[in-house]
């Protein structure tokens, strides 16, 4: 039984979802093709309408120019302004004035197309002033709203592109900056190894030893072979190839007897005899 209702719920979800998809897609192909749609409308009209304000004259020509000047200036203040709120959110008021600046377009776009077919031409050139100044008014708040985007794009172009000038010139001069102060520095490397390899290791090269610049200056000139060798109490040291300097005890040497001093209370060693 659970079994089933788990078929059941997985079924259902998979129906949902693909009703789901479906529904995307078909209103994405609906929104195209509306899309589409109005694309070829508005070419087709555009086209009409430059085809009549150039082919023919008089009223029907003039309301012709109207309807394209208006629709041309509304069109591309709504591509500048759409392109550039997604880079300036500050456009985003600017948008909104042009959508209510476009009610109006709309509105006088729909009364030039209703007068291009009225029959009364006389009252349609009467009218025809006020037509031309009401047209005048929304394409100069149109352009004015076009040119005020692109200025500010291009002003913020320009402030990126002079700091960016700035910091290329401060890296090219910092790049370019030496001095002699800094060949001494480069070479000291090479003169500490120069003076590092005139000191040669105690037992290498030759077996020559080197001086030893290190002597007791308070031994006097009487000193022995014992004072250099440090065989006094307390010293010891021992210097040489692979060495190193440790203490020593002092060593304890015999006396000579012939130069022992004798004594008159002293006996004199008998010499042993035999039986």
Partial sequence: MEAAIL????LFAFVALGVYVTVKIVGAAKRGVERTV????????????????????GVVGELAQLRLALRTSMR??????????????????SLALF?????????????LKRLEREPDR??????????????????????????????????FADDDLDALSTQIDVEAGA??????????DADAPKASHGAQASWP?????????????????EAGPESGPQSRTGSGPGTGAQSGPGHTVAEQPP?????????????????????????
């Fill in 7 to 10: 078929i059941l719920t997985l």
């Fill in 38 to 57: 109005t694309q070829a409308r508005r070419t087709v009209e555009e086209t009409t309408l430059r085809a009549k304000s150039y082919g023919q004259g």
């Fill in 76 to 93: 591309a203040t709504q591509d500048a302004l759409q392109a550039g709120v997604a880079e300036d959110a500050s456009l985003s008021e």
């Fill in 99 to 111: 959508k209510r600046l476009s009610a109006h377009g709309h509105e006088l776009d729909d009364e």
């Fill in 122 to 155: 006389a009252t349609v050139a009467s009218l025809l002033p006020g037509l031309r100044e009401r047209t005048e008014r929304i394409t100069h708040s149109a352009e004015s709203l076009r040119w005020a985007a692109r200025d500010r794009a291009r002003k």
């Fill in 175 to 184: 790049l370019r900056h030496w001095s002699g102060a800094e060949t001494p």
């Fill in 201 to 217: 290791d105690a037992g290498t090269g030759d077996g020559a030893v080197p001086e030893q610049t290190w002597a007791d200056l």
């Fill in 251 to 275: 060593a304890i040497t015999a006396r000579d007897p012939r130069q022992q001093t004798t004594y008159p209370w002293q006996k004199s060693a008998r010499p042993e005899t035999t039986n």
